[in-house]
């Protein structure tokens, strides 16, 4: 599958649902057009793309966190001959290998700070995804749950405008910690 046709399928319907080993037949039943399969198992995994496949769903297994396959070239042959679309991956040489196979890759980063976020150029350059997840998509909501316990919540990492300090604070965050040398004078 090329990364275009994945493409025309998101503007399609934007929502991938990404699911766990149980929740197949729901993500089967929604209109979600792909499937990101976040803890694939050797044992069901042939038939849950079958599935998937005959609802005209297309399949994203992340490698890393399957069961009973090997996060190697090995594991990312097995996903092919089992008909999987694509893999998903925080691994370079992963991605490398999936697509000299023809599958849709999905390099997977965690935007945690301001040095992780830099080392992603570097990571990218040199495994070329077809596509990046990056995470957290939102961190509001989880300064927002922890924000309601006794402990108090201290933003950190990436902040850098206002507009991100009175977010994070307005979440519930009672202070938020930046590098950034402009945002220590509000």
């Not at 649902?17 to 039943?29: L, M, R, V």
């Amino acid at each position: 599958m090329q990364s275009n046709k994945l493409i025309d399928l998101l503007e399609e319907c934007p929502v991938i649902a990404a699911i766990q080993d149980a929740q197949w037949s729901a993500a089967i039943a929604s209109p979600a057009k792909i499937i990101f399969c976040l803890k694939a198992n050797v044992l069901t995994i042939a038939q849950h793309i079958k599935d998937a496949r005959d609802a005209d769903k297309k399949v994203l297994v992340h490698l890393d966190l399957a069961e009973g396959i090997g996060k190697d070239k090995a594991g990312v042959e097995y996903l092919a001959a089992c008909g999987v679309d694509g893999i998903i991956t925080t691994r370079g040489n992963l991605v490398r290998n999936a697509k000299e196979m023809g599958l849709i890759t999905v390099q997977r980063f965690f935007a945690l700070d301001s040095q992780g976020v830099a080392g992603i150029d570097d990571l990218v350059r040199n495994s070329n995804p077809d596509f990046i997840e990056i995470m957290p998509g939102v961190i509001e909501k989880i300064i927002t749950r922890f924000s309601d316990g006794t402990i108090p919540v201290i933003a950190g990492g990436l902040i850098e405008t206002k507009a991100e300090v009175t977010a994070a604070l307005s979440c519930g965050a009672v202070a938020v910690s930046t590098g950034r040398k402009d945002m220590w004078y509000l």
